[in-house]
């Protein structure tokens, strides 16, 4: 495996301890539909959450959520939109959150988490 998709990897399951501490229900890790990965998909307070996550080591290239463009928005969107078709949860709404990790050189991590990031419009 490489680098990239360690780092990957390693910032995915930290924002999923993050969301957990924060009293979000995992629902989907790495889930595909129609296409799409679906990073994570968490249920709180009866909204689904679908939540991107972008890590970065450095800022060289931008801050790790504006990597979440236009395009990949409407991605997403599709992409949500399959796996409410096909698992149906109790909750009637449904938003999309950004989660940007970044590695800090003492081995901790420096998480943003922007909620009701985008629409799905």
Known sequence: ????????????S???AFLTRRGYRLLARNAR???VELDLVAERAGVVIFV????????WL???????????????ARGAAAWLR????????ARFDVIACEPEPEGS???????????AG
């Not at 959520?65 to 997403?76: G, S, T």
């Not at 096909?86 to 709404?93: L, S, T």
């Open 52 to 59: 991107e996550v972008k890590t970065r080591r450095s800022r």
């Open 33 to 35: 539909a129609d296409g």
């Open 86 to 93: 096909v698992h149906r949860p109790r909750a009637r709404r």
């Open 62 to 76: 931008g801050r790790p959520e504006l990597a979440v463009d236009a395009r990949k928005q409407a991605r997403l």
């Open 14 to 16: 930290q924002a999923a």
């Open 109 to 119: 991590w420096r998480i943003t988490h922007i909620e009701s990031a985008f629409d």
């Open 1 to 12: 495996m490489g680098r990239t998709r360690e780092l990957g990897l390693a910032g995915e």
